[in-house]
């Protein structure tokens, strides 16, 4: 357990001049205290019994308002250096006094951490030399650490670093934990800087760690880094991010969600993001959930590169990132595969593993690892094995027609989008939230509460109802969801088409429809939605399920069906978007360009009109 900590005070806020003109840039007020103040309560939280401020300029500021502690729980004691000689400086001066492990602070970082989780990494690991490190959002322009798999680390890179190519996206958040023998290699009465001066060489002389945490650390140096944290402390963001406290995350199959799918990407340069994809990270980045990437790379097992060489698309993916304020909080790959017995494999890597997908087993140790529930987290993939692997951890799952394009498949995802950034927009958003919520509100606590949810295709019918029906879940409510899509015809058994009607095994439906909800067994001839996908024939059975939701496009089409629902909702889509979708759609179904605008036209022409005006019949328009 550690006791004491040395904190550095002694900064004059140069930058902050408009709100440290006459306090040291400590004293800073963020959310109604001092930036010290919030580091002070945190060492009493947390245990620590002593703490030492280093100080220098307007040091009698912080000596008024801290006393010796006696308001706060802890004893405070103070060092005044004669002259500042940089972050070393005043840590050096009191070497000669440490005999313990002893933690070392920043006085401008705004920070909430778990010690214990720390503390117990520097214990298991037998490190002498802990730093706390992160991805963040400017890797370019911070000190940077690379570490192997156990997390020693093996190479620094202080700022500026403008000669490396690629770089591991891992930040010193100046945060330590010392060993005594760390403070012999400080020189006294000499200026230094431990990120620039210290550690490029310390890590070759102690066993030196990086302690890598998605918890919150943040200077707050500028005046906007300052209103950022000063906006996030107030928000209860820093606390939250305490690992502590549950946390929630997305995890992301990398090849085809976040980067185009080569087949078996070996070297760095066969390696680019989606244009899209750096953005929709930023916005995970500042969200409430953690980015997790989730990846099977059996190009090890496959001896197509080896560890060494993943490491370094890893680095080409996280500069390109960083280069455009974009991170992931960390990354599990799978480098085995079960097949063996090729010519040139590894065999090392050719066994039958926990971690490959579908296995969730990445997804597990990740949230072992953050303190994540995977029922409040998300996992997008572009392939099957991605939304099984989702599904056995308990994680909603949502598949993407980019990539693999879930080519194949037989399981459905929760959800299913164009891509990262629809997917990512959709999770973040949550853009039904509100009118889910009030169409709960008025489901009937009975058996057999039956919704329909019509609208034209591409509008969002599918999305709505798996909205719907989560929300019904986590209410507590039992849900059988039956897709109208189940009846629709092969595509060489349709006539010629003068109503959306006939595209359907209309009379067969209508029997179906009755007999489910008389509790009988009615087996769906099935869709097959992608040519790649196999059609099989879909079992429905009612057997007193809370609610039943209907979903098609016919949906409130049919009298008979309309005359079955408690709640007929119609969902309402911008034309100029919806078209947008269906072009998308059919891309991904393998047509060209110009039988998919014929396609378009004929079906504005015999469907759309027919459709809409089902929405006279509606209780509820959704937008």
């Not at 402390?233 to 997305?250: C, F």
């Not at 939701?549 to 007929?568: M, P, Y």
Request: net charge negative; hydrophobic share 35%; proline share 4%.
């Amino acid at each position: 357990m550690v006791k004491k900590a040395l904190i550095l005070a002694g900064g004059k806020g140069t930058r902050l001049a408009s709100l440290a003109k006459d306090i040291p840039k400590p004293m800073v007020t963020l959310a109604g205290k001092p930036v010290l103040e919030h580091q002070i309560i945190w060492c009493a939280r947390e245990g620590i019994e002593e703490v030492t401020l280093i100080t220098n300029h307007l040091h009698g500021v912080i000596e008024d308002y801290f006393g010796q502690g006696e308001n706060h729980g802890i004893k405070i004691n103070y060092y005044i250096e004669p002259k500042p000689l940089g972050t070393v400086g005043g840590v050096a001066d009191l070497s000669d006094q440490i005999d313990s492990t002893t933690l070392i602070l920043y006085g401008d970082v705004v920070f909430d951490i778990s010690l214990s989780r720390l503390l117990a990494f520097h214990k298991n690991h037998k490190s002498e030399a802990t730093l706390v490190v992160h991805p963040n959002d400017h890797p370019y322009d911070s000190d940077l650490v690379e570490t192997d798999e156990e997390g020693r680390i093996t190479k620094v890179f202080p700022k500026p670093h403008d000669s490396l190519d690629r770089y591991k996206n891992l930040v010193n958040a100046a945060l330590y934990v010392f060993e005594p023998v760390v403070f012999q290699h400080l020189k006294k009465g000499e200026k230094a800087d431990f990120g620039k001066d210290i550690f490029p060489e310390l890590y070759k002389k102690v066993r030196m760690f990086g302690y890598s945490t998605p918890e919150y650390l943040k200077d707050m140096g500028t005046p906007n880094r300052w209103e950022k944290v000063s906006s996030d402390l107030l928000s209860g963001k820093v606390a939250a991010r305490n690992l502590e406290k549950v946390q929630k995350a997305i995890f992301l199959d990398r090849d085809g969600v976040l980067n185009w799918d080569t087949d078996l990407i070996d070297r760095p340069e066969d390696f680019t993001l989606y244009p899209y994809t750096s953005k929709t990270l930023q916005r995970i980045n500042k969200s409430d959930f953690l980015s997790v990437i989730i990846t099977n790379q059996s190009v090890i097992a496959r001896n197509l590169t080896n560890l060494e060489g993943l490491a370094e698309i890893h680095k080409k993916m996280e500069t390109d990132l960083g280069a455009e304020g974009a991170f992931v909080d960390d990354i599990y790959f799978c480098p085995h595969h079960p097949d063996g017995g090729f010519p040139g494999e590894n065999k090392a890597f050719k066994k039958v593993c926990e971690c490959r997908k579908p296995k969730p087993g990445m997804i597990l140790w990740a949230s072992e690892k953050y303190n994540i529930d995977c029922s409040q987290s998300y996992m997008i993939g572009d392939s099957e094995r991605d939304i099984l692997a989702g599904k056995a951890a308990g994680a909603t799952t949502l598949a993407v027609r980019t990539g693999k394009g879930f080519e194949g498949a037989t399981t459905r995802p929760d959800y299913f989008f164009a891509n990262f950034e629809e997917a990512g927009n959709f999770i973040l958003d949550d853009p039904y939230k509100e009118a889910v919520e009030e169409i709960a509100s008025q489901v009937e606590k009975k058996a057999g509460f039956t919704i329909f949810i019509g609208g034209n295709a591409r509008s969002g019918k599918t999305t709505i109802t798996s909205r719907l029906e989560i929300e019904l879940k986590n209410q507590g409510l039992s849900v059988l969801r039956i897709s109208l899509d189940d009846w629709i015809l092969p595509k060489d058994q349709r006539k010629t088409e003068n109503s959306v009607l006939q595209n359907f095994q209309s009379d067969l439906l209508v029997s179906d429809l009755k007999k489910i909800m008389d509790r009988e067994k009615v087996q769906a001839p099935g869709y097959s939605v992608h040519p790649s996908f196999p059609q099989q024939p879909v079992l429905y059975q009612y057997t007193g399920e809370n609610v039943v939701l209907v979903e098609g496009v016919i949906a409130l089409s049919v009298k008979e069906w309309r005359d079955l629902a408690d709640i007929k909702i119609f969902k309402v889509l911008d034309e100029e978007k919806r078209k947008e979708r269906f072009e998308e759609f059919y891309q991904w179904k393998g047509l060209q360009k110009d039988h998919i605008e014929a396609l378009y036209q004929s079906r504005f022409e015999l469907e759309y009109d027919f459709i809409n005006k089902d929405d006279i019949f509606a209780d509820i328009l959704i937008k």
